[in-house]
């Protein structure tokens, strides 16, 4: 019995040392143990003979006496203290066992996190790595009725037979003006603006500016270009050199920084 209780005392002191990446082998080894001490505490409580079982009522009760008397722990002691022992490691095994399930617990819980966090960096590099929706500059400006309506109007006087990126960038140098010192401030005196006594644009004087029909296409052209991207790369003047006057177009070559041409129109600015 003693050397029982020594060896699952000598269990319980090793499984506190263990480390936790042992826990579950040291519980099943543990198990094992308990299980053998258990059969051989019931061996020594059943096995006994005839003989034993027959001794006297009076000689236990004055062997105990004397075993006590003498220090020794007695039957009844020895009894009680064999599962009581078992019930501590039994506690010891459980609370063990409530270790690892709350260790793996959190080791799961980490896992997940970690996921969480490399799938919010993927979705940050993500939309770092997508193209960026173009900075539109026309979108703060305040038009009114009348603007948008000179707008269309000389967008198709001006580029009414160009394709649509070409009815924009026209649309676009009226609203890089209406931005840029030395303009007008509002969209339908810049269309009506005269310089040294002429016209800005020809539209306004020659009268296609009234006559024409704004058609669906050239105010959705309009629209991208207070709303969408900004491909004037600042234009503030344009010309078609083929019906333009070349004393016109002299000018334009001396005094401004050509941009590109699309369509039938060159783009210019300021140098």
Sequence with gaps: ????????????????????KSYRNSVVIASGFLVFAMISL??????GTGKNRAVSKEYRVWHAGEKEEA?????????????????????ALEEEQSKIENANKIIQRKREMV?????????EQIEQELPQPPVNPYQELEISEQDYEALCRIVQAEAGGEEEKGRILVAEVILNRVLTEGFKDNIYEVIFEKSGGSAQFAPTVD???????????????????LHGE????????????????PNDMAWFDHNLKWLFQY???????LP
């Design 1 to 20: 019995m003693l050397i029982i209780q020594n060896l699952l005392k000598n269990v319980y002191g090793s499984i506190r040392k263990i480390s936790k």
């Design 42 to 47: 019931s061996a020594q409580a059943f096995g």
């Design 71 to 91: 220090g020794e722990e007695t039957e009844g002691s020895g009894g009680s203290a064999g599962p009581q022992f078992l019930k501590q490691c039994k506690c």
């Design 115 to 123: 996921k969480q966090c490399v799938s919010v960096e993927n979705v």
């Design 207 to 225: 009268g296609r500016y009234f006559s024409v029909e704004v058609t669906e296409q050239t105010r959705q052209a309009v629209e991208k270009a």
């Design 230 to 245: 900004d491909y004037s790369q600042g234009a503030l003047f344009f010309s078609a050199r083929s019906k333009a006057n």
């Design 263 to 269: 369509g039938g129109h060159e783009f210019y600015t």
